[in-house]
């Protein structure tokens, strides 16, 4: 008599809370978007140029762009036409990448860099005021299960 390996069975209720909480992070990081985008500290750079601009200060070098795609939330062809903006500004450079010259890589000028620090400044304190809705440990537990989702 031979073992039959089987799949552990899924109960209905298992894949129904699972998407349930998958809905209600969907929503409520739409929700906090919605709050952020209407909030007048966007004077100087907008919420999609600021996610590049703190994507470059955060990585502390410069990205290729296909690199830079994965930190921000905009398609290839959107994320071009908006590096070109901030390039047109001053707030970012382009350049080929040495290593392979199809490659574009993207670095964040000083001026870049003060924009972000500007408007990352009062973004961190929106970020703040929105999550006192929760305490502390509350604050933990979300940024620990978050972590564990982001896992390959």
């Known amino acids: 008599m031979t073992a039959t390996l089987q799949a552990p069975a899924t109960e209905p209720r298992d894949v129904r809370l699972a998407n349930e909480s998958w809905e209600a992070l969907l929503s409520a990081q739409a929700s906090v978007m919605r709050g952020f985008a209407a909030e007048r500290m966007w004077d100087e750079v907008s919420l999609s140029e600021y996610d590049v601009l703190y994507a470059l200060k955060k990585a502390g070098c410069a990205l290729r762009q296909s690199e830079l795609m994965k930190q921000v939330l905009l398609s290839q062809p959107a994320l071009s036409r ?7 500004r001053g707030l970012v450079a382009r350049s080929t990448d040495p290593n392979d010259r199809r490659g574009v890589l993207v670095t964040l000028t000083d ?42």
């Open 111 to 152: 001026a870049g860099a003060g924009a972000q620090q500007r408007t990352g400044a009062r973004h961190a304190r929106s970020v703040e005021a929105r999550m006192r809705a929760l305490t502390p440990d509350q604050q933990r537990q979300l940024r620990d299960l978050c972590a564990l989702l982001t896992q390959p």
């Open 82 to 88: 908006l590096v070109e903006r901030l390039e047109q």
